[in-house]
């Protein structure tokens, strides 16, 4: 099953400033993690942890550190 990635604005504008600033190793690994959310959103490199907060109703998403 292949799933469909949506970059917030604030993701998108992150992403653009990694390609700018030519971190090559950073850039990879960015886009290992998109490959992998794309394939399977819950299992995968970059400490995979499930949102929690209840507030913004965030169950059933994900997130991930590009940086550890």
Sequence with gaps: MSYKLHLSDKAGKERDEYRRSGDKKKLEK???LFDELEEHPTTGTGQV???KY???NYSGCWSRRIDK
């Design 49 to 51: 942890e499930q949102l």
């Design 54 to 56: 209840i507030k913004y």
């Design 30 to 32: 960015i886009a290992v």
